[in-house]
């Protein structure tokens, strides 16, 4: 069944594709501005550039600020192909995203909700709106392709 957003992660999906293309694990990240217009796009690039925090989600994030001219995305989503780990949902939370959408969940390091629930802890001072689960088949299918070297 279609959802609004079907555009954002097929493009995310096929961030994730390009980020395998150079070694990194197939993950791909847009975030959509007010108007729902794409503000940055980022896949994967930790093996590419050697830096452990090249998350899909923090380079996407990054790229928004500066789109904008602000650390804060106050009305922005974000939009991921898998559920974000605790230093991508940190990320989250910092940067005042108004929306997170995900694909696939991560059970060994997910912290939206399957390890951990980062994003609407009731302690921190910004809780984003989550939509869990779209498209998550496709999304958990070139994950589960990439670690099984097929």
Do not use: Y
Request: charged content about 20%.
């Amino acid at each position: 069944m279609p959802t609004i957003w079907d555009d954002a992660m097929t493009l995310a999906l096929n961030l994730a594709e390009q980020a395998v293309e150079h070694g990194d694990a197939p993950i791909g990240a847009v975030v959509l501005g007010p108007d729902g217009d794409v503000l940055a796009t980022a896949g994967n690039e930790r093996e590419l550039t050697g830096d452990a925090t090249a998350h899909a989600e923090v380079l996407a994030l990054r790229r928004a600020s500066q789109a904008l001219g602000t650390w804060r995305l106050k009305g922005c989503t974000l939009v991921v192909t898998l559920e974000p780990c605790t230093m991508c949902a940190g990320a989250v939370v910092l940067s005042r995203v108004d929306h997170l959408v995900f694909g696939a969940f991560d059970e060994k390091a997910g912290a939206v909700s399957s390890l951990w629930d980062v994003v609407r802890d009731p302690r921190l001072n910004h809780r984003p709106q989550v939509t869990s689960g779209v498209r998550a088949e496709e999304c958990a299918a070139i994950l589960r392709k990439f670690f099984r070297g097929v």
